[in-house]
């Protein structure tokens, strides 16, 4: 939000919200991080798919405004490893100068 990247806050409430689609629709408190990564990777398959459709079609307008709210490449397109995630979320904690941070389950 502070970066003012419209397109990247966009992508991760799109996101979020599927996530949060996701669990209401197992009736799960908690998704496991194996749920998560399947709703991630259908979302970014479905914008892909949308993307394909549309440059299929002649549609370059579209393909632009798709890609223009959809930024695939916010998103890692590899798997990353759990020590990799901690570096970025440490990193981004320290970019961010936030003093307190909450705990998360392993």
Do not use: C, N
Request: without cysteine.
């Amino acid at each position: 939000m502070r970066a003012k990247d419209a397109a990247r806050l966009s992508t991760l409430r799109l996101l979020k919200s599927a996530i949060e689609y996701h669990k209401i629709e197992k009736k799960q408190e908690q998704l496991t991080d194996a749920d998560v990564t399947a709703v991630i990777k259908k979302q970014i398959k479905q914008r892909q798919d949308s993307i394909e459709g549309f440059e299929k079609g002649g549609r370059a307008d579209l393909v632009k405004r798709r890609r223009r709210s959809w930024p695939i490449e916010v998103l890692p397109a590899e798997e990353l490893s759990q020590a990799q995630i901690e570096e970025v979320v440490m990193a981004t904690i320290a970019e961010l100068g936030a003093t307190t941070r909450a705990t998360w389950a392993r």
